[in-house]
């Protein structure tokens, strides 16, 4: 979470903080060599065969005393940590959230257009496994077999900024089975940001990112085997289009109509996305309250501008994320009081199966959130509700016991979903946040607000993060017994795929209890934040403050661009005694290579300005570097 300012607040107190001058291009190039780790592998299997236990199919060898203490030494640039080497957390299907789709990659598919990746520094870097494919020519495709039955499609791609920083529109050409199916329509609108923290749209401020959105299309007649084309023709008139992926998907016909419900069309809702159906809405709304009834939301396009206030005890239905659409006007977007804001004012409110779309193409951190706010007190839920194009998907304050499951947040400016405010014992499962402008996930409790609970115990289940053009797959920044588990982030090529840090203001909310890290798998993480440098694919930041109570356990930290793990500390709070790490353990992680991108990391690194110990166990670590001579690094003896 990159903003110094509440993103669902305005006149915050909170100063924004000042970035360092980010790399050129030509800096960023680099350090995009590869490593050349041919030695250190070879040495990490032997001494893998070395530490196993009795009776594994390793080899059963003693462990001489003499190489244990030298395995331990607190600095040791080629060395590796290896106790009871009996799990050793390979990346599993059941980690991230449960995707009902099909994606299939680009640079996987049959193609005549370029492969791009994976060691660019630009476009590429911010696909998907770091790969894609550019269509610059008529007649140009890529092209794949679906391995399954499907009725929707997500293309995601990227195309040409216009020389203004207005973006451009353009098409591709969707084909089955070699007969032309439809144009899918294309925008480069809500991409290409320039400059650092909050960014511009002015190509003039130079280092450019968020290249890609996506476009989703349904009413298709996919069988498996089937051969599907996207193809530039002559027609589709941008310069290029890269493509990353494509998702198919088998979607479900719309709901029917709960009963005891009223519909929107009643009080005057076109659903054609041509009127403004905001009032419409909102007395359905009132309507309902009125009768303790639902309100229904028939399949269609609801055009929105303005804030719905969802009170105490409403239930808003819709009949499918892919079916009902609560729609921007993108002729009023730049009136921040004209947004698509759906606000929760209350306890009992359930949400569920429509999406959500704004038109928001800038970040300003002063004007109020768009998508999903405002507070749910207790027992609320939100249930597979699609956002896309909003500021955050959803920013969520003084709730407890919310359950926000089956979500999709993708191509926002920026949180995926962030808990803020006073929540307690909330849950996000199931949910997958895609291209985001900042942290996928985040808890952060902050106190801008007045807290209507005490944070903490909220937990980050089974999701799936990938892509943000800034940040974290998922960030904790304080609270009480707050946990992630069970999740996957992919692509991480701005930030961590987790980040527990002390870097924002949270008033008492520090971090206490026992926060929680486990059964993740975090893959081509650790990439370059222009505020930070390199991040790790998993960092603990100590900041502002210490952290004490961490337990990170059975992960797989695989191809981090930079660092796998590492325990940072600003300089001038370290000295001062802050800056200091108790009570953490590092049990059951792999991590099994590191520098992919960026030259001269570690798997494991500890800078030089930390305090404190971290105790690893039962862990494969492929390289350490202790830099601190006021930290210590644990290793429980061998039996």
Not at 214 to 226: F, M, N, T, W
Not at 450 to 461: C, E, F, K, M, S
């Amino acid at each position: 979470m990159a903003q110094r300012v509440p993103v669902g607040q305005t006149n915050s107190p909170m100063e924004p903080k000042k970035y360092p001058e980010a790399p050129t291009v030509l800096e960023r190039a680099k350090v995009q060599a590869p490593r050349d780790d041919a030695l250190a592998r070879y040495n990490l299997a032997w001494l893998c065969k070395l530490l196993a236990p009795q009776g594994s199919k390793r080899a059963s060898l003693p462990v001489p005393k003499r190489m244990l203490q030298s395995v331990v030494s607190p600095i040791r640039p080629l060395a590796v940590v290896m106790a009871i080497a009996t799990s050793l957390c390979p990346a599993r299907a059941d980690r991230g959230a449960a995707l009902p789709w099909t994606t299939y990659e680009a640079e996987a598919m049959t193609n005549t257009g370029t492969l791009l990746g994976p060691k660019e520094a630009l476009i590429a870097a911010e696909s998907s496994g770091r790969n894609g494919v550019q269509l610059g020519a008529a007649g140009q495709y890529v092209e794949f077999i679906a391995r399954a039955d499907a009725n929707a499609l997500v293309a995601r791609y990227s195309l040409p900024d216009a020389a203004d920083g207005t973006g451009l529109d353009s098409t591709i050409s969707l084909y089955q089975n070699g007969t032309f199916i439809r144009k899918l329509p294309l925008t480069s609108k809500y991409c290409w940001l320039y400059g650092v923290y909050p960014f511009s749209k002015s190509p003039g401020a130079g280092l450019p990112r968020h290249f890609y959105d996506e476009v989703r299309v349904k009413d298709l007649s996919i069988s498996s085997g089937d051969k599907i084309r996207l193809q530039k023709d002559p027609e589709d008139a941008a310069a290029y289009c890269i493509l990353d992926l494509v998702d198919l998907e088998e979607i479900a016909p719309p709901l029917n109509p709960p009963s005891n419900a009223l519909s929107i069309a009643a009080y005057g809702a076109g659903g054609a996305g041509r009127s403004d159906d905001t009032a419409a809405l909102i007395k359905c709304i009132a309507a309902a309250q009125a009768q303790h009834k639902t309100v229904w939301m028939p399949p269609g396009i609801y055009r929105i501008a303005g804030v719905v206030d969802i009170p105490p005890n409403a239930t808003i239905q819709g009949a499918g994320m892919w079916h009902t659409t609560l729609e921007g006007d993108a002729g009023r977007y730049s009136d921040a009081s004209k947004r698509v804001r759906i606000v929760g004012t209350g306890s009992r409110i359930h949400l569920a199966d429509f999406a959500i779309t704004g038109r928001l193409n800038y970040r300003n951190d002063s004007e109020p959130n768009d998508g999903l706010g405002g507070a749910y007190g207790a027992e609320s839920t939100i249930s597979r509700v699609w956002v896309e194009h909003t500021k955050a998907g959803a920013w969520i304050v003084n709730s407890e016991g919310l359950v926000v499951e089956g979500c999709r947040f993708r191509n926002t400016i920026a949180d995926g979903i962030n808990l803020c405010v006073g929540m307690r014992s909330a849950t996000v499962t199931n949910c997958a946040a895609r291209g985001t402008g900042d942290d996928c996930f985040a808890i952060w409790p902050a106190t801008f607000l007045a807290q209507d609970y005490a944070p903490g115990l909220n937990v980050i289940t089974h999701c799936t993060g990938q892509f943000p053009f800034l940040a974290n797959g998922a960030a904790l920044y304080g609270g009480r017994s707050n946990r992630i588990e069970d999740c996957r982030f992919e692509d991480l090529t701005y930030g961590c795929g987790v980040l527990i840090s002390t870097t924002f203001p949270v008033g008492n909310n520090e971090f206490n209890g026992t926060t929680v890290v486990r059964r993740c798998d975090l893959i081509r993480c650790g990439g370059f934040d222009h505020a930070w440098g390199w991040r790790a694919a998993l960092q603990l930041c100590l900041d502002q403050h210490s952290l004490s109570g961490m337990d990170i356990n059975n992960l797989n930290i695989t191809h981090s661009l930079s660092d796998g793990l590492s325990v940072i500390a600003s300089g001038s709070n370290a000295q001062g005694g802050l800056g200091t790490l108790s009570n953490a353990t590092l049990d059951r992680v792999r991590i099994s290579d590191f520098g992919m991108v960026a030259r001269g990391r570690h798997g494991l690194w500890i800078d030089g300005n930390a305090r404190g110990t971290l105790t690893v166990s039962h862990s494969e670590v492929v390289e350490f570097k202790n830099e601190s001579t006021l930290f210590t690094l644990r290793f429980p003896e061998l039996p």
